[in-house]
């Protein structure tokens, strides 16, 4: 145990191999020091007693104390600053594979980002966030903004503070550097600066090596394209019959049948469990342990169903990850962009679309087979899929369908970047971002609660995470893109539920692959020999609904 | 959080108050750390998949090393120096109170058994467990003691070498004196040494202070009564109809009724947990956050309701711990064989007994109501006491009933003492084993999986550990007898399911005292104004049965 080993006078400094050997060490149990915190947080969620919440917190806190000590340990620190000497004397490249080398170049970048930041601003951090919290849980209860906006103008202040101790760093000026495509697209003239590096640097934090250059162009295309096909969808002021989704559905049956999809589409419960939470989540301490949770409601099943598909989308890449650089650095998933295009690409690539539907719709209704449910026996194939595909453009994000989905990202990636930046200051918050909803959904936002006070993001912190949702779900449909070229006949192979086809598909070009890619889109650009850009996105999203509502 | 401290050049070494505030942080954070390992075990026991053994025992091992870190620290051990000197030239009783100079004295005694061993020694053992659990457990699968023999000789070694660590300990050298009345019991001379100390140590490892000396006067007083009780109920060749408990008792009512009983008799639902497991075990991280297991066996309720009223007892300890000293060493259990005192109290004491049964038994009518249960529904309470009171010999420590369970025990501490002290070889044990069932329980032992190989203690180095499940029994009566001296009518208040009187004065008596005492011999005293001895335990144990069998 190198978590033991407190002083570099241990270290042995002879070959390559032999520092490598010692980074491994200290990085595995570095790891499953960390899987026990997201162990006691699953636990939290789904098991914890009430009575536990106080002593909950004092385990988080000892834990956070011990990894971020093992974090920055001066052993780690050794055999870093090893590394970087040897780097330029020494062909790396001859002793180490590519996947030693990433495990090397992920534990650097950690360890630099850990010791970057004075220890005063993290512990400065975890208490703000902590009455963050409690602040907004009270202010989105009472949907009265004035009690948060003090607290999300600390959390704006910390984390400028914060970022301003990365922004030198030569990773992010190079990230800053706008290249003419996105200059172009921005209408910004050469040397202009078209934000000032805050943003860039949180981003980063959620989503490695992506560009925030990049993001802006993006999401100006998608805006482009998604406002007039939500106005397109209102004017026709039609909804496909849901009657049938509707009803009196015994959670112990769908429970059942969520059990049953998640472990047809290839989650193994040897190496994890499904309950059910408040917030389902997909999380655990290690591939061999994948603890998720769904969450049932009674008069709609398919809350019930897509969130389960979700969540083991998120699972299966947690189960699939590299078995032979276990608990190292390089088997971790690459950003939370490709871990949601994981769960996204099964939830809507799969789970939205009819060859799924022909495997499990059938299932569906032996499940729910008694006269109550004539409704459901007798929806077809067609019926079925256009009522899950309604567009209903709403106030709440997690309620949102896929078409107004990126819409409510965009707008929360426009205010909070515009919050860092300085563009604008907390009170204007709830205005613009009323504002925006009228623009983008066409709706009139009543109360703060169901607008700005709804995430609790921006309450932990979280500035620079929303993005990864929608970019989550571009890579999801270039990657379900690649797979039907690799595939022969995949749709076919859903509509007979052999789902096990495109898992292992995905096992061996996202999931093993963890982090040897420096970004999701140098990994897009790998497997698909394409940029990321939001072009396939958006033709088959406009071209799905405009079938579905036969614009 | 002082376990981020490692030099004690962070010491601040003013005032005894200050001192002692710096202790306590030090204690807290490392019982908070604790509190982590136990509920991953919990976890392990009831949740974990398969898969994820080898990863939880790399949680487990990454924890222990963190842990000993913690309790072996510089810190620590410059504190606990610093009040041993300010003992000698402060009067520290002026400054601290009883709890506050118990913390001490309990710190003290950790950290000097803590570093007593040296950490090739600490490591060694770890090891060996985990390789003689496993030789254990083939060997009792194929019942083939040859197998387990050689880890069992490893294990005596390896704990006699850890053993003689502190066997020169002044604390020891004390326990080691046997009084004049011990003496005269075994018909020793004046400076006749009757054992070598061994035993005495790991004894002490689960029941702090006790003399082993003063066990063995306590066991040779249960064989010489309860060898001929069994041996008359035995020759009696009769047993009470029990046909009303044997059936078909669906499980989930079951849970219900258990559940029902077990919180009516006190256990706090929102600060604790009840799940099944294959062994039932009551653990969790913390008073707040108490996991209990049981189990239910489908033809037979008996085990299922009686196993929930044991761990409810072993619950009701950990969540009626002293809230002041919270995560202090004066808050915890006193020893095993206190812990083991509230179980049986509530199991035997109670459960076993006709007010509880007045109060139950028209409850578990009600829950088993159906026609199936036509026999349970006809039985009497007082047919109901018998049968549950049912005497039957047999090989099974952990199926006997409270008559046979005390031989299971004095047969295990009699081997297992000799085994340290050298008296007898391993080879030996079978045979031992075996004469030992036949004298006392009357049975011959056909198969080692029957015999010595059935249990996991000797396996995992739980040598000295056997002898508190009977010291539990002995504490538990004399306990109960203060309780109902104490308590007007208690046998009323229990028939009318009034348990909230017991609990409380249990609560005040015996769990708030936490490890105030330095023994259970002395909580007993200070509790009763009598020392621990067998006579009314075997008073009531004798006329219980005499009864029961019409002897």
Known sequence: MTILAKSSAELSLESVRSLYDQLSVHLKDLSVLQGITR?????????????????????????????????????????IEEFEKRKLTEDLHKELNPYELANIRLATKAYKEKTLLPIELVKAIATLNSEAVIAWAEARKESDFSKFAP???????????????????????????????????LGLKEGEECYKGYYQVLLN???AGFKDAHLQVLFADLKKSIIPLIAKIKAKEFHHDRSFI?????????????TRISKEIGFDTEAGRLDVSTHPFSGGAHPTDVRMTTRYIIDNFQE?????IHETGHSLYEQGRNKEYDNLPVSQSLSLGIHESQSLLWERMVGLNKPFWTYALPHLKAQFSGSSHENLQSASLEQFYNAFNRVDPGFIRVEADEV???????????????LVEGDISVADVPRIWNAKMKEYLGLDVTEDRLGCLQD????????GYFPTYTLGSIYAVQIFDAAKEAIPNLEDHLAKGEFHVLR????????????????????????????????????????????????
């Open 39 to 79: 162990l006691l947080f699953w636990d939290q969620e789904t098991m914890m007693p009430a009575k536990a919440a106080p002593i909950r917190a004092q385990q988080l806190s000892v834990l956070a104390g011990l990894t971020h000590e093992a974090e920055i340990s001066p052993v780690l620190g050794s055999l």
């Open 205 to 207: 934090t959620y989503e």
């Open 246 to 258: 509707q009803g009196d559905w015994d959670i112990q049956k769908q429970v059942e049948f969520s």
């Open 504 to 551: 292992h598909w995905l096992n061996k070009n996202i999931h093993e692959q963890g982090s040897l890619s420096e970004s999701g889109e140098d990994l897009i650009y790998n497997l698909t020999g394409r940029p990321l850009d939001s072009s396939l996105y958006l033709r088959e999203l406009t071209d799905k609904y405009a079938r579905i509502y036969d614009l």
């Open 456 to 463: 609790i993001h921006w309450a932990i912190g979280y500035i």
């Open 304 to 308: 019930g169903i897509t969130g389960t």
């Open 404 to 418: 107004t989905y990126p819409l409510h990202v965009i707008l929360r990636y426009e205010i909070e970047k515009a």
């Open 151 to 185: 607290f999300l103008e600390k959390q704006i202040k910390i984390l400028r503070q914060a970022a301003s101790h990365k922004i030198q760093d030569r990773a992010y000026a190079e990230a800053r550097k706008i290249n003419k495509k996105a200059r172009a697209s």
